[in-house]
């Protein structure tokens, strides 16, 4: 279970990698294009559009996964031990099922477009593929944060709330 939860961080890392270097080149190329060659191309905005929000529901879990997203942690500390940990599994769940609900709102939103044939205006690829990026997103959120969830119950007794954070190997 280990193994396959770090391949997928790892090709989760490699995804935000690779959308970052597609925004960047597509960005400049937009730039060029519009100041210099003034070909009339259309759609690397579009691209650099898309490749940010893979990019940003992606980063959205690794921030999850190693705790830099925003949190208030001043009054939960104040708690005795296991009320903090009794929190801190709650508050799991709650991501967890929203997650779980978003994903299942982007999977019914990829189907319709895929069932309507809408294709974007720019790069003419069929919608449903970023609206796959809410699937892709929330899915990795629901999954990864079901496992962290798993590991804080099997940790309740410890003074660990969360796994070993990724810095910390």
């Given at each position: 279970?280990?193994k ?90 709650i991501?967890i ?73």
């Amino acid at each position: 279970m280990k193994k396959t939860l770090r391949v997928l961080q790892l090709a989760e890392k490699w995804a935000i990698v690779i959308m970052f270097v597609v925004m960047v080149i597509a960005s400049f190329a937009q730039v060029l294009n519009r100041n210099i060659f003034k070909v009339p191309v259309s759609g690397f905005e579009e691209a650099a559009r898309y490749a940010m929000v893979y990019m940003v529901l992606l980063g959205t879990e690794l921030g999850l996964r190693d705790g830099t997203q925003i949190s208030i942690k001043g009054v939960v500390n104040k708690l005795p031990l296991g009320l903090r940990h009794v929190i801190g599994i709650l508050t799991q769940c709650i991501i967890i099922v929203f997650s779980a609900l978003m994903c299942n709102s982007g999977w019914k939103m990829v189907l319709k477009q895929t069932r309507i044939g809408q294709k974007s205006p720019g790069l003419g690829i069929p919608m449903g593929v970023p609206y796959f990026a809410l699937v892709l997103g929330f899915g990795l959120i629901t999954i990864i944060q079901f496992v962290m969830l798993l590991q804080m119950i099997k940790n309740f007794k410890t003074d660990e709330l969360a796994p070993e954070k990724e810095g910390e190997r």
